[in-house]
């Protein structure tokens, strides 16, 4: 993989409402493809997606499950080189702990989001650094339903901008967002 010191997120908790308080999300069967695929294409090293519900996690390790057997790989061979990269964790510090396990490092965490703040990078400053310090681990998170609480993306390590579009709205589902991001971050046409 090209982008091996890159790994990506998606969020379900810690997660808010339109009023800001905090909840946990549902799982949108479509997350776990439409994000994977441009993971894929984009050569992340690995998609997690973090969701402490039970239910939830049963119907995600259904679907995991699935395009992971033997039938499923007949059914759709791409869709199993997808999937094979997602993991399921039921917290974010998981997520860290696995990383820093596995690679010695604690991962850099960049949050993604639609407001700035004061560690806000560009796209291109983030693009450069990661491809130029090879030592370090990059963890991007995506937060789902009205994002991931501003007291949680203050201790990030990083914030990438906003994702602008040609007007004043601004509200991608996180699918929409993700793809965007990593084009953004990695693609050759930049």
């Known amino acids: 993989m090209l982008n091996d010191n890159v790994f990506i997120a998606l969020l379900h908790y810690p997660a808010m409402d339109r009023d800001g308080r905090l909840i946990v999300t549902s799982f949108t069967t479509m997350d776990l493809h439409d994000i994977a695929r441009p993971a894929r294409t984009y050569e992340v090293s690995r998609f997690y997606i973090v969701q402490p519900i039970d239910g939830q996690r049963l119907v995600i390790k259904?679907?995991?499950?699935?395009w992971l057997s033997d039938e499923g790989k007949r059914a759709n061979p791409t869709r199993y080189d997808v999937v094979k990269m997602v993991r399921l964790k039921y917290t974010?510090?998981?997520?860290?702990?696995e990383l820093h396990?596995?690679?010695g490092r604690r991962p850099?965490?960049?949050?993604?989001d639609a407001r700035t703040y004061p560690n806000t990078v560009g796209y291109r400053e983030l693009s450069e650094e990661i491809r130029t310090h090879r030592e370090r681990d990059y963890l991007i998170l995506f937060g789902t339903g009205y994002g991931?609480?501003?007291d949680m993306m203050r201790t990030f390590d990083y914030i990438l901008e906003p994702v602008y579009g040609a007007g004043?709205?601004?509200?991608?589902?996180?699918?929409?967002?993700?793809a965007i991001i990593l084009d953004r971050l990695f693609s050759r046409n930049r």
């Open 108 to 112: 850099l965490l960049v949050g993604t």
């Open 168 to 178: 004043d709205w601004n509200h991608l589902s996180v699918r929409n967002a993700a």
């Open 101 to 103: 396990q596995e690679r």
């Open 92 to 97: 974010l510090d998981e997520v860290i702990e």
């Open 148 to 150: 991931i609480p501003p």
């Open 62 to 66: 259904r679907q995991l499950d699935y």
